[in-house]
């Protein structure tokens, strides 16, 4: 059996609006979503275990783990906070 690490999802927006009904409302309070992942996963997989996320494009989505800016490439930890938003424009 692999290790697994611990990490917390937030997600802000338009995919909130994806998420189930149950984690709509936890997250709405301000819960983050608590995932297991295999040790040595990267952003992107994520999106693999999580289905309802969608399919991210790095050009769509913003990702943030603990306060900074990453790609879906970044290799997560045990403790992480992935914060995942769409960009937004204004004028």
């Known amino acids: 059996m692999s290790?697994?690490?611990e990490i917390k999802i937030r997600s802000y927006d338009v995919i909130s609006a994806s998420l189930p009904?149950?984690?709509r409302l936890n997250m709405s309070m301000g819960e983050?979503?608590?995932l297991e992942l295999v040790?040595?996963?990267?952003?992107i997989d994520i999106f693999?275990?999580?289905p309802w996320l969608g399919r991210p494009l790095e050009d769509t989505i913003v990702v943030f783990v603990n306060g900074e800016?990453?790609?879906l490439n970044c290799e997560l930890k045990s403790g992480?906070?992935?914060d995942l938003m769409t960009p937004?424009?204004?004028g």
């Not at 040790?39 to 952003?43: A, H, I, L, T």
């Open 21 to 23: 009904d149950d984690l």
């Open 39 to 43: 040790q040595g996963s990267r952003v």
């Open 48 to 50: 693999k275990k999580v």
């Open 69 to 71: 800016a990453q790609t």
């Open 3 to 5: 290790p697994t690490i």
């Open 88 to 90: 937004s424009g204004g």
């Open 80 to 82: 992480d906070t992935i």
């Open 32 to 34: 983050p979503i608590a």
